[in-house]
């Protein structure tokens, strides 16, 4: 299994810019595909972005396309989320989200994932 601990969130202002950080643990993190999900209040849980275990390909929800950009560095064990040109609607808690070991394809579901951080809050002023 892989530990996962977010950070990077708070609040900004519309328009502005956030970078989240994932840090993980275990030696299998170069071969886990990565993901961000987000929980506004009283909505379920949504797909963000993910990237696959070696960082050549990358998934977004239509709703960020164009805006945010997922990495990953796995020399630090580490997934980012860069979000530009925040929204209001952009409020939400994000969750750093890991896939079984060479899991591929673009996980867009929860049901895709089996480890989760505890996540962090960012929220967006109008």
């Known amino acids: 299994q892989v530990q996962l601990a977010e950070s990077g969130g708070g609040l900004v202002q519309a328009g502005g810019s956030l970078r989240l950080s994932c840090a993980a643990s275990g030696r299998t993190f170069s071969s886990v595909a990565m993901g961000w999900f987000r929980q506004a209040p009283g909505n379920e849980r949504e797909f963000v972005a993910a990237i696959s275990w070696s960082g050549g390909s990358t998934y977004y929800a239509d709703s960020v396309k164009g805006r945010f950009t997922i990495s990953r560095d796995n020399a630090k064990n580490a997934v980012y989320l860069q979000m530009n040109g925040l929204k209001p609607e952009d409020t939400a808690v994000y969750y750093c989200?890991?896939?079984?070991?060479?899991?591929?394809?673009?996980?867009?579901?929860?049901?895709?994932?089996?480890?989760w951080g505890q996540g962090t809050q960012v929220t967006v002023s109008s």
């Open positions: 989200a890991g896939r079984p070991p060479f899991y591929g394809g673009a996980g867009r579901l929860r049901d895709d994932y089996r480890d």
